[in-house]
């Protein structure tokens, strides 16, 4: 079945109604104005609420990751208000709907769709997680495998307030992070718009002046200006060339981390640390969770692994092949490079007290912190190399509109 909206009228005693706007799920156009005519009114306008975006599979969730990531915040928002009606002692289904009524300037439309979407489709017979699981873009497995063993064990509101709480503190880390690269990023990019403006637009005027005073051009001022027209011509073209060859390249290490354990420990390697540390905290933080909502941990870590970037997706996934066949699970995450001698000593330690969750939590927490410092070294480290690059970039131009003047004076002298 699929969303549609909906325009409609009627008219009583002779007499026109306002205009109704709504949704409706139903199998095509030609049902959903049967019904609407069956309760007296005429469809003016009707439309697909959405419709999906033909993609291969692999691009397809990279685009529903992107999307997850960017939606942190509403879906902190929608936890927080189910957990809400929850208590209150409203059924699952009442919420979501009480939940897609709001239509203030802050609910965007792709939200309301997917309340109600979601809504249906447990009218339809659907449990909770399955019919979260039919939004990708929304939520991934934890959140599914979560909701399942929360409402499951009868501590749906809990569970839920837990991951608002989670999907707040992810957001904060991810912010950090963005601000950290975001200032060196302008100043960066006003850098580079500065000279190329100045050395097409400043320079050729002072180089046709010494060309008619039949002087020659300095070699700086050369250069700079050819460099000013190579970026101005072909700037977009070698930009879009090099979005392309990095995407082809992403592509290409996927496949060969897939085949390669050989390439999955080269791609590891190469992370950059504090990416490393992050991942590594989400992924005990969400082992926590999954293991406290009742989740086994063979299953876990497999929902974990299609989370997981794809070097440390591979780790988790053998990892849960190993724990089938008996083994601890602080000896199947042995990988060194992502996990360290002090994380699988901790893991074992808490594994034996039986505190694994406890113990889980507690890494998340530090390497989180660690995260944040890492975040923080890095802006500090950034920040100064923008402004010397923006003091280079402006000198350098600034030179060479300095020497032609020079040159014409000492001629003129």
Known sequence: MELWRYTAVRSEAG???APRRGELMAESAVEVRASLRRIGWQVVDLRR???????????????NRHLRRRRRDQRAEIYEGLCSLLESGLPLVECLEVMSEERDRWTNRSRR??????????????SPARAMGKHPSWFDGIDCAMVESGQHGGMLPGVLKHMAEREQRSGQLGQQLVTALTYPAIITVAAIGVAVFLS????????NLLSTAKIEVPALTRWVMAGGRLAARWGAVLLAAAVVLAACGVIALRAAVQRSPRA?????SLTPRVLRTWAVAQFAQHLADLLRAGVPAVEALRVLSTTLPIALERVVHRAAAEIEDGRDLAEALDDPVWFTAQFRRLLHSGQAAGELEATLERMARRDERRTERQITRLATLLEPAAILCLATLVGTVVLAAVLPLTRLQEVIG
């Open 200 to 207: 097409i637009k400043t320079l050729p005027d002072l180089a």
């Open 49 to 63: 609420a959405r419709r999906p975006l033909a993609l291969p599979s692999q691009l397809r969730q990279n685009w």
């Open 15 to 17: 007499q026109a109604l």
């Open 264 to 268: 999955a420990r080269l791609a590891a």
């Open 113 to 126: 769709t997917m309340l109600i979407e979601w809504r249906e489709a447990m009218r339809s017979g659907a």
